[in-house]
């Protein structure tokens, strides 16, 4: 009899893991219907059965039947308050996130952390830095998250002063000084503390070449680049906008050509870049070549399991502030058929050129959503973007 109650409970846990895992995926997909089916199917639902449903809805910008469910709980935890709050923070509800951080039965440092993140992500800068002060607790993540907020509200001297103050300096939050120096232009205090660094990883060899390139020191930028220790596809990338975003398109072809591997990431750069520099055949080459490709499919894949990294890399170097990789983010998630975080990529960056415009409908035409592409392209048209030939080829080409 035990050992029956033993495997009956280890079946229904199987079963509960197998639900979980098939919840995520939907999510992952946009198929937020298909995965509130599986919940509700669901015997026994955990609490984590609830949070990754609640969570999902967020996800799908779909903020209030998240909250109706999270008001149906049968039991929560800290994950389940935190899961709201960063939900809402997701969906640009920096008030209702507030409210109900100030009604949460126990806060730990996640929890105030994730507020302090809301604000800057809206920038409410003195919001955060009231909050970050009144921390009981506060790890590197926060003193980062905070140490982020002043670089975006351009007070980089404030930023350096909290930089100083940190308990724990890690290579992200030297990283993200770096970039706020070369965001202001102030490339030799942006050196001296990248060399005084005692662990670089790529993201900050990757950095450093960013801000050479885009302070017109395109040559400093390539020495760096050459006697990195290693390189990514990233870190390759970020060369190849550097010489085409000064309009040097031909030593980035030289450069392209000279990759060992041809990422989705890198021929995208390449194909924006010589667009913005009005060498359409030469972008229609690129793009050419990349359907050509016999592994297109695996690589597709590929960037499907590393997408996530790539991205979370380029948010933490402060490169998804840029129009120019936000379009490449953007035509990256598409490819690998992710149009979810597509187009939370395409919502949160303001403003928008008819770049990124163009790839959000491509994309949606591409998959199939005609519908939604048009939706889109009206959206576009009200707002007074001017369109070109690129957008109407996206749009009959998912009619």
Sequence with gaps: ??????????????????????????????????????FDQMPDK????WNSIIAGYFQNNQPHEARFLFDRMPERNTVSWNGLVSGYIKN???????????????????????????????GLISQAESLFWQMPEKNVVSWTVMLGGLIQDRRIDEARQLFDMMPVKDVVARTNMIAGYCQEGRMAEARELFDDMPRRNVISWT???SGHAQNQQVHVARKLFEVMPE??????????????QCGRTQEASEL???????????????????????EVAKARQVFDGMREMDDWDMECYDQGLRKERIHAQLVKSQFDSDVYVASVLITMYIKCGDLVKAKWVFDRFYPKD????NSIITGYAQHGLGEQALEIFREMCSLGIAVDDVTFVGVLSGL
């Design 1 to 38: 009899m035990q050992f029956l109650l033993i495997s009956y409970r280890a079946y229904c846990s199987s079963v509960a893991i197998s639900a979980n895992s098939q919840i995520a995926r939907y999510v992952r997909l946009g198929q937020i219907e298909n995965a509130r089916k599986v």
């Design 46 to 49: 955990s609490i984590l059965s």
């Design 92 to 122: 640009r509800m920096v008030k209702e996130a507030r409210r109900v951080f100030d009604t949460m039965p126990e806060r730990n440092v996640v929890s105030w952390t994730a507020m302090v993140r809301g604000y800057t992500e809206e």
């Design 207 to 209: 950095t450093m070449i």
């Design 231 to 244: 390189k990514n596809e990233v870190s390759w990338t970020a060369m190849l906008m550097g010489y085409t």
């Design 256 to 278: 392209f050509a000279a990759m060992p591997v041809k990422s989705v990431v890198s021929c995208n750069a390449m194909i924006l870049g010589f667009g913005q520099n009005g």
């Design 354 to 357: 008819v770049v990124m415009w």
